[in-house]
């Protein structure tokens, strides 16, 4: 089943503690879904990680840890004490522990198998992976294959024996009984079927308890959409690619902020109201992480120290040259990242490591400008847009997957379309500069010193802004990109392939300087000894 992929869902997404989408709220909603398929919060659970994947590195530096716990708690990425997660654990009786395995070999690099026990004794093994950008897919339970990512109100029958025909049967007898069905799919394992039903719509209680009744099922589970946008197979995209962008601006004559509002409320079913409240929401939070940035008394553990608000006035005065525009969204974009690193709530665009891009470059734009509150929701709305049109041949902006230019050059396209909107430019040109700051940052590997999202991630949030700025700029000014965006989007895709391929992960550039070495070694707890 083919699911669309949406700006709230994808590209403007999610909303965060940070600092790490895929390695922060990833896991945390692995762990949700985990809590829900079980039924209750396990009594103990192990998460179980691939030694040559992306989790020894960043397990304890991106908080991965404790977003599991929060997860496998029955609780969503923006509680309130997130970063009390194993006092919480201990309170609930939930024991928790984390290993490195070596036949782990499912999915991508940031793939985990939970182990799960209930208060019963009974088991369930459920392995999940994080896909880039706070998206997630479980793969398996115990050995039934799955695909649950968080887009629909998901129905699991279990049934008792393992029978693929009374699997079929009752999937036949299911289907008129749900209104707005998705899919539904039968699986059979060695010691049970699964029926999995995909809908729009929540299930009934008349008949969750029926089928809870049924002597051949041993129990019933929901697992509750995640994403703000829910999935629906009679809806479709009024377009899917940049050429397609492009024509449909040119036949309603409208902005490309125009045709992005249009994709999502054909997408979404929500109304133009709806998507603008949303919108200015995900402005405020931005807002509000950049003011957090700026706080004098901000505070985060690591490898550097908070400078944005010591940044803030100096960049561009004395004897240093004006940048402009980026006099601000330097200290901007940098301050989002520094509040991030210190977990807190961020809006990832579109991911954690690159927050400080989008929002750094288009709220200084836009008070520069003096422009409207309606102007600068446009801005985001196309560059989110641009963000959804580069998730091409499997980019869901994972670092682990493709390398870093699918999270900081993936920004870096978003904020330099967005520009180009707040600047009245065309579709094209937005197109035109989001490619060209693919260009700019092609082949950029993911590569976080101890573990972290500091060095070298701050620097490349502060290069990110200029490249948009300057993308944009030039674009509008005339000059010729000559490689299309949809093409850009997939030799990133290839290129990224690859880079994971050839060198690795997380630990193939910076991190393998003497520096790099020695830091991860005093910081990192999964690098000590090693």
Sequence with gaps: MKEVHTIFNHALAPITPGPSSSNTCGPVRIGLVCQQILGEIPAKAVVEYYTKGAFPNTLYGMRSDIAFINGLLGKEQNVPGFTDAYANAKAAGMEVSFAEVDDLTVGGMETVRIRMTAHDGSQLVVIGESIGGGAFLIHYIDDCTMDIQGTNHELLVFLKSPSEEAAQALAQALTPQIKKLNDIRCVTGAHYSIVNAKSAEPYGKELLNALSARDDVA?????????????????????????????????????????????????????????????????????????????????????????????????????????????????????????????????????????????????????????????????????????????????????????????????????????????????????????????????????????????????????????AAASAEAVCAGFEVVIPLDEMSRIMVRVGNDITQELG??????????????????YNPACKGK
């Design 505 to 522: 992960m997380c630990c193939s550039g910076c991190c393998i300087t003497p520096t790099g070495q020695r830091l991860a070694k005093a």
């Design 219 to 467: 129990r019933v589970r929901v697992v509750s959409p995640i994403h703000p946008i829910i999935n629906d197979i009679t809806r479709k995209p009024p377009f899917e690619s940049p050429d397609g962008l492009v024509a449909y601006c040119a036949a309603h004559h409208c902005s490309p902020a125009k045709a992005a509002i249009d994709y999502e409320m054909a997408v979404s079913g929500w109304s133009e109201e709806e998507v603008r409240r949303y919108g200015d929401m995900l402005i405020g939070i931005m807002k509000d992480s950049r003011a957090g940035g700026f706080r004098s008394d901000l505070s985060f553990e690591g490898l550097v120290s908070p400078k944005a608000s010591k940044f803030r006035g100096v960049i561009g005065s004395g004897n240093m040259p004006s940048l402009g525009l980026l006099d601000d969204a330097i200290p901007s974009a940098l301050g989002i990242m520094e509040h991030s690193n210190a977990s807190g709530k961020i809006v990832c665009v579109p991911t954690g490591g690159s927050s400080g891009i989008v929002p750094g470059l288009l709220l200084s734009a836009a008070e520069r400008m003096e422009a409207s509150s309606e102007a600068l929701y446009e801005a985001l709305m196309c560059a989110g847009l641009i963000g959804v049109l580069m998730m091409v041949d499997g980019n869901e902006f994972a670092g682990g997957t493709h390398g870093c230019q699918a999270e900081i050059a993936c920004g870096t396209a978003m904020a330099a379309g967005g520009l180009v909107q707040l600047m009245g430019g065309s579709a094209q040109q937005a197109c035109d500069a989001a490619a060209m700051s693919l260009q700019c940052f092609l082949g950029l590997i993911c590569d976080p010193v101890a573990g972290l999202v500091q060095v070298p991630c701050l620097a490349r949030n502060i290069a990110g802004v200029s490249v």
